[in-house]
């Protein structure tokens, strides 16, 4: 285990549960911000004047533009100042980007706001990664990444029936004012609670020459890059099911009412997956159950094209069980992809995550917004989809074995 600081390093249960809760809710105002928005997009959209169902799916899919951007600017400046001014810098942004929404007349304002909630939120995204990295590495780092993913997996499963709560008690701006709400008392929690976790020693001078350097070091890694590849087709293949999820369920299968409570079972099959990830990884590794995962992802979506390719959407129970095992699948893809990226890069945590962060979003968002596109009257091209993208990252994976036995030899 590599650890900077020992005295920084959580020692006991104790101290490790609130690290990786603290972490997890870092992370989780992100998911709040994308999911407790989900059963609002309807009337969002007709608040601010969209004219098709595709444009509200928009107002997912353009924080994920802010959060490709973000890391850019936090990531270097983290390794600069430290983590937790960044941190900081990023919730203000958010905030005053979450005003914006509730003021937006229209949807180019309403994107602008979207944008710029992301770019905050990129911050607190990102800097929980490089903070984890401070502290562990190898397998251990991707044990940790998993209990965190566990804990910030609960968001997806309460935020739509949270929003939808909102909804119908208040209104939908309610849903952005307690988002803000949040992000101030987890600042507060961070504020008082965490230390920081960059080294002096190993602080980097902001400048564009080092965000240069740094992302030429980073993509010159070919595991790096692989993985991130990797990340960035297996997220934007998920993106599609999270921006058109709304439009599946409620529009195609006339499930409005019951939308938060599928969708929060989904968000266990994806939970549990995590949870397992957390032993599972100790005994297999990493690239074992990254290798496992994307063979099933894969097999699970072609036997979907294969059943409905002529049919109509198959019943609700039917598209649940393919929905409930793919991700599962998934589940045990994202921390351990993200690890796998990372491992070569620790000396340079904060721009490698940035970099990571960018190449995998710069990827997903035109992924997620060409397929869903398709997904207005039939489930199908998402699974085309998501066949189409787990194929290639089956091919890039099996480089990056080759790669690294021919290094290896």
Not at 6 to 30: D, G, N, W
Not at 144 to 171: E, R, W
Request: glycine content about 8%.
């Amino acid at each position: 285990m590599k650890v900077y600081f020992c005295s920084l390093k959580p020692t006991t249960q104790k101290s490790q549960i609130e690290f990786i809760a603290m972490m997890a809710a870092l992370m989780s105002v992100t998911a709040l911000s994308i999911d407790a928005l989900l059963p609002a997009l309807g009337i969002i959209g007709e608040a601010i004047g969209t004219i098709t169902s595709a444009d509200n799916q928009l107002l997912v899919t353009m924080i994920f533009v802010g959060l490709g951007i973000g890391p850019l600017l936090f990531g270097p400046l983290s390794d600069a100042t430290g983590r937790k001014p960044s941190v900081y810098l990023g919730f203000t942004i958010f905030i005053i980007a979450s005003v914006i929404c509730v003021n937006a007349d229209s949807l180019q304002v309403m994107i602008i706001g979207r944008i710029l909630q992301g770019v905050g939120l990129s911050a607190p995204r990102t800097i929980s990664i490089a903070i984890i990295r401070d502290l562990f590495d190898g397998d251990y780092m991707a044990r940790i990444m998993s209990f965190v993913t566990v804990v910030f997996i609960m968001i997806p499963i309460v935020a739509p029936a949270m929003g939808k709560f909102i909804l119908n008690h208040y209104n939908w701006q309610g849903i952005f004012y307690v988002q803000v709400f949040i992000s101030i008392l987890v600042s507060i929690w961070f504020w008082l609670r965490q230390k920081e976790t960059l080294n002096p020693s190993h602080k980097i001078p902001f400048t564009w020459h080092r965000i240069v350097n740094g992302f030429k070091e980073t993509v010159r890694h070919k595991e790096t890059m692989g993985y991130t590849f990797i990340s960035g087709f297996v997220v934007g293949s998920f993106l599609v099911y999270l921006s058109a999820s709304q439009q599946i369920f409620e529009v195609q299968y006339d499930l409005a009412e019951q939308f938060p409570y599928i969708f929060a079972g989904l968000a266990i099959s994806i939970g549990s997956a995590i949870f397992l990830n957390g032993t599972f990884v100790m005994r297999y590794g990493m690239q074992n159950m990254v290798t496992y995962s994307l063979y099933g992802f894969f097999a699970v979506s072609l036997l979907y094209v294969i059943l409905f390719a002529n049919n109509p959407n198959p019943p609700i129970t039917i598209l649940i069980s393919f929905f409930a095992v793919q991700f599962f699948c998934i589940g045990f893809l994202f921390g351990n992809v993200k690890a796998l990226a990372m491992q070569p890069v620790g000396h340079i945590a904060g721009i490698a995550a940035a970099v990571t962060g960018f190449i995998s979003t710069l990827m997903a968002v035109p992924i997620s917004t060409i397929i869903g596109r398709y997904v207005a009257h039939s489930t199908l091209p998402l699974f085309i989809g998501f066949s189409i993208c787990s194929f290639i990252s089956i091919g890039i994976l099996f480089y990056i074995k080759k790669s690294t036995k021919i290094v290896a030899n």
